[in-house]
């Protein structure tokens, strides 16, 4: 799942590299999109698609390619798919919340920032060195302050605290008989995102 993720990703960034803005423009996400009048919701998602750079996508990918593998061999590719998905939507609603509504951003960041948040949480749970991990966050918050690569800390903050808790209830429902709970836990976060989503839309 890991390496099919970044081979999508990649052919995306391809896509921009010879069709330029078009594409971008098509996939990047703003908060003005969660809004009555210019709803188009799933650009929470495809955002993290789109990239503003080489540097951009290749460092979201190899950070990517560094704690998936470790995550989809420790959750599965089910819940790992969750993992990402959700971490990239709530990286989104960083945005929406956090952010000016006609900002726009591009990057898988906020949802690999949901994957280090979970790896993390579970590393901690578990124990373990997360000095690589540290290192690693330090870095993709310093490019969040670079304006020319259109991302943003509050898809950082974002994806991470929905990771993070993605990630404990892993952790805390990883028995055997608790499974229906687990999966229980995850449709009611992934529910209270999607809720979340509307949230500009009901009062705009």
């Known amino acids: 799942m890991t390496y099919s993720i970044i081979g999508i990703t990649l052919v995306v960034y391809l896509l921009q590299f010879v069709f330029g803005d078009q594409i971008t423009n098509l996939l990047l996400y703003a908060g003005v999109y969660s809004y009555a009048g210019n709803f188009e919701p799933w650009r929470l998602l495809t955002t993290a698609l789109v990239h503003g750079g080489l540097f951009h996508v290749l460092l979201n990918m190899y950070t990517l390619w560094i704690f998936g593998q470790a995550l989809e061999q420790l959750l599965g590719r089910g819940r790992y798919l969750a993992l990402y998905l959700l971490s990239a939507l709530a990286g989104s609603l960083g945005v929406l919340f956090l952010a000016d509504p006609f900002t726009a951003v591009v990057g898988a960041s906020g949802a690999i ?9 579970i590393q901690r749970r578990l124990g373990g060195n ?15 302050f670079i304006p020319s690569f259109q991302i943003a800390w509050q898809a950082h903050i974002g994806g991470m605290i929905g990771g993070a808790v993605l990630g404990l209830i892993y952790v805390q429902t990883r028995r055997i008989r608790q499974k229906s709970l687990q999966n229980g836990l995850i449709g009611a976060f992934a529910i209270l995102l999607v809720l979340l989503s509307f949230a500009r839309f009901l009062v705009s």
């Open 113 to 121: 920032f949901g994957l280090m948040g979970a790896f993390l949480v």
């Open 130 to 144: 997360a000095t690589q991990l540290l290192v690693l966050v330090g870095i993709n918050l310093v490019i969040g």
